[in-house]
């Protein structure tokens, strides 16, 4: 089969006639772009062909009337020279008129019917498929050289089944399309068997051709790269599916029923209609959109989360996951990734926020919100901006959420315009507690009162210090979630931000599997109760500090302690050491003796050596005279092949805990604080 093309001019040397316009034939300016009748053709023609027509500017044609019929309006342009019409069974002998707004074209020479020429009678059936044999029948059906059917597809007389004068029998070609169906005289393009116009006799009635279809398919959602069942019929005609995101595929299986079909979801398909495109280059559209699986996010830790640490992902089909975008729209790397787990590397210049999971069908789901401990360098937060002039019971309120995550140490700065003719403008940093008691900054000289002794006759600005014991006590103050309040008299306050230098002061933890405590989802109990659980804070959320600051003196005293609870153990000792994050809020003096703070494991009583062991960690933190940490939160690191009481595969059971003894004289251990004692792969 070949898809048949004509040229317009074809037809110029057959009839070819005078023409006439019954108008005035004189040629004026007015006359260009007129309607012309150069020639028309087959002549003769039988009732049902197809009459084309050559000429200029056929596009403004609006009818054509044949002698003996009604005009004709439904007219097939070609071009602006040459139109076709369908010759009505009415038509007889006469002159061809062609009506273009007011003007009427008619020919010079007669249109001719051929009374003995190619009759068509009827086809059957009027529903086919691809495969099947069609039946034409008519009168001098022998001189068929080719059956036409719409859209071009044709079949040469050498490929019919049969052939007599009454009766064609034909095979349906697979491109054909439902349409006209045609019979020609001639298999030549262009010019019929004696150099004559090629006759072209078409049926008033269509051929239906059947088309695949679709019934259902599953399962419903699909994971990408799944493999889809379709269901349906006449499946043999179908050449290629197209999935949502226009992904074409081509290669399928078609059950020998040719009712299913089972095809692999492209790995990028996305939600859409399933659509067939059929030999015969007709698209089949499914009624019900296909749904993609779209992964399931259960939990993500460690959050908060440090910059540049391992982010865990659990969940379902995370590996349809191609994407990953923290907050900041910072697109991050997938360091690995199974069906429930994905490991992720937090991006350093990553911001607050949820989560945001892509895959490569362009489903999206988010975590829930996801807090970012900037790995390093100078963070810049705004936590009031404005334009307005304080007074005494006016002030400036600034919220406690803005100080929880502050690190001491950062500097808080109050950008302000003093107010011309004021002669002595000031403030008060107030606690937002009765009777709002000064907060005192040691750059103002251990007072709440700034004014020009510390900003001068110009001053804009000032810088004050959040010390640890500033952000304690803002952080135990909240009042309608206010936690200080900043009054005065001649300043109008413009802006207050808090700048810090974050560090990688505590190593990320790699591994929760191996977390003995964390005080989030690994707990302890306060045994003695010289500590509290504080919420947030710590490097990865909760976190243990010791607040009572006189045991019994030279008592061993536990922190906090579990012995229910199993715990993670390790095999070859060699391989692995212990970490631990500890903060010490403020500089506490060196215990004397061999009194300090010690880590103990597997403790069948409360008393070391009672059956395990102790860790002594408070040479880790003397720096002089003092243990310290410089007001941060740092890791300390042993190698497990160094703690000799601890067994090798190291035990689940039995008492763990921190433990201390002040000594005698007591030393006072408030403000230290402890999160994450881990064992780590070396």
Not at 123 to 132: E, M, Y
Not at 212 to 221: A, K, M, N, R, W
Not at 323 to 340: H, L, P, S, W, Y
Not at 439 to 455: C, P, Q, S, Y
Request: aromatic share 8%; charged share 20%; glycine share 10%.
């Amino acid at each position: 089969m070949k898809n048949l093309k004509y040229k317009a001019y074809a037809l110029l040397f057959v009839c070819l006639m005078m023409f006439t316009v019954l108008l005035d034939s004189c040629k004026t300016e007015e006359d260009k772009g007129a309607v012309e009748l150069l020639s028309f053709g087959p002549c003769p023609i039988p009732r049902g062909a197809e009459l084309r027509i050559i000429g200029l500017n056929l596009d403004k044609v609006e009818s054509v009337t044949l002698p003996g019929a009604d005009a004709i309006t439904d007219i097939k342009r070609l071009s602006k020279s040459e139109i076709r019409v369908t010759v009505p069974k009415t038509a007889v002998n006469g002159k061809i008129v062609l009506k273009a707004g007011k003007k009427e074209i008619t020919s010079l020479s007669n249109f001719g019917i051929d009374e003995k020429g190619i009759k068509l009678k009827t086809f059957s059936p009027k529903t086919a498929k691809a495969g099947d044999v069609i039946k034409i029948e008519g009168d001098y059906l022998d001189f068929i050289q080719a059956v036409v059917f719409y859209d071009g597809v044709y079949v040469l007389k050498d490929n019919f089944v049969s052939q007599s004068r009454e009766l064609i029998e034909v095979i349906v070609p697979l491109k054909a399309k439902t349409g006209e169906l045609t019979v020609s005289n001639t298999k030549e393009i262009g010019t019929g068997p004696t150099g004559t116009v090629p006759v072209w006799v078409i049926f008033e009635e269509e051929l239906n051709v059947v088309l695949p279809t679709i019934t259902s398919f599953s399962p419903v959602p699909i994971r990408a790269g799944a493999e889809l069942t379709i269901t349906g019929k006449d499946f043999e005609l179908v050449e290629k599916i197209t999935f949502g995101g226009k992904k074409e595929v081509a290669s399928f299986a078609v059950n020998e029923a040719k009712t299913s079909i089972k095809v692999t979801v492209p790995v990028d398909a996305k939600d859409g209609n399933v659509i067939f495109t059929t030999f015969s280059d007709v698209l089949v559209v499914s009624k019900e959109a296909l749904e993609l699986v779209v992964p399931t996010i259960t939990s993500i830790s460690p959050n908060p989360v440090k910059a540049g640490e391992i982010l865990t992902v659990t969940g379902l089909d995370l590996d349809l996951i191609s994407k990953v975008t923290f907050g900041g729209n910072r697109d991050a790397v997938i360091q690995e990734k199974t069906a429930t787990q994905m490991k992720v590397e937090v991006p350093e210049s990553a911001k607050d926020g949820k989560v945001i999971f892509t895959t490569l069908a362009d489903k999206k789901v988010e975590s829930v919100e996801l807090k970012i401990i900037p790995k390093g360098g100078i963070i810049v937060t705004t936590i009031w901006e404005g334009s307005k002039q304080i007074g005494w019971g006016n002030p400036v309120s600034l919220k406690r959420s803005d100080f929880v995550d502050v690190p001491a140490g950062a500097v808080m700065t109050i950008y302000f315009e003093q107010v011309a003719g004021n002669t002595w403008p000031q403030a008060q940093l107030c606690q937002a507690v009765t009777g709002w008691p000064q907060v005192k900054f040691a750059e103002l000289n251990n007072n709440g009162t700034i004014d020009r002794n510390f900003f001068g006759n110009n001053g804009t600005s000032i810088e004050l210090v959040l010390t640890r014991e500033i952000l304690d006590l803002l952080l135990a103050t909240n009042d309608n979630g206010n936690c200080m309040h900043i009054q005065g008299d001649g300043m109008i306050f413009k802006k207050i931000i808090i700048t810090s230098i974050s560090g990688p002061t505590t190593d990320p933890v790699k591994d929760p599997a191996l977390v003995i405590f964390d005080f989030d989802t690994k707990g302890a109990d306060l045994w003695d109760k010289i500590g509290q659980i504080v919420e947030g804070g710590g490097p990865s959320g909760k976190y243990y500090e010791i607040t009572d600051a006189a045991p019994v003196n030279g008592t061993w005293k536990w922190l906090f302690a579990d012995n229910w609870r199993p715990r993670p153990t390790i095999t070859d000792k060699s391989k692995y050491v212990l970490k631990i994050d500890i903060c010490l809020k403020k500089d506490i003096a060196a215990p004397t003796g061999s009194w300090g703070v010690q880590i103990q494991f597997n403790m069948a009583d409360k008393v070391a050596g009672g059956g395990g062991g102790t860790l002594n960690i408070h040479p880790l933190l003397q720096e002089g005279g003092v243990l310290t940490t410089g007001g941060k939160w740092i890791t300390l690191t042993f190698p497990l092949e160094t703690i000799s009481f601890l067994g090798d595969p190291t035990p689940t059971g039995g008492d763990w805990g921190l433990i201390s003894n002040q000594g005698s004289p007591i030393h006072n251990y408030v403000g230290l604080c402890v999160d994450n004692i881990r064992y780590e792969l070396k």
